[in-house]
């Protein structure tokens, strides 16, 4: 398998620019790719993002994908397990951190203040 990701140094993130609506996602969500790409179809690379939500922002339905994803709150408020009007569920603050293999599902997600995740996926080697 080739590798999909660069070798990179200290570099500095324009947190401003370089932001997008993943597919399946509201607005008022935005990634950023940091390095590699993740081709979900042939179950191949890795990818590491940053995730953004906006305040008051909320998915209405749990994600279930292939790939592994590891997820770490690094500021804001996020809550897992809302339901379709964004009520309820268990919130968590930063420093927190969820390993999920593929197929587990999990979610809806919402923010109260706003939130920034940093996530890594990726398939198991072959």
Known sequence: MPVNKLHLEFTGLHMDDGWEV??????GIQQKILSGS????????SRSRLLRFDPGVFTTAPFVHPYWEEVFLISG????GNDENGEGGEA???????CRPPGAYHGPFKSE?????????YFDPV
């Open 113 to 121: 203040k706003g939130c920034l995740l940093f996530e890594i996926h």
């Open 38 to 45: 993740l081709d979900e179809d042939g179950e191949r690379g």
């Open 22 to 27: 993943p597919a399946g996602y509201p607005t």
């Open 92 to 98: 968590f603050k930063p420093f927190t951190y969820a």
């Open 77 to 80: 408020d996020l809550t897992v």
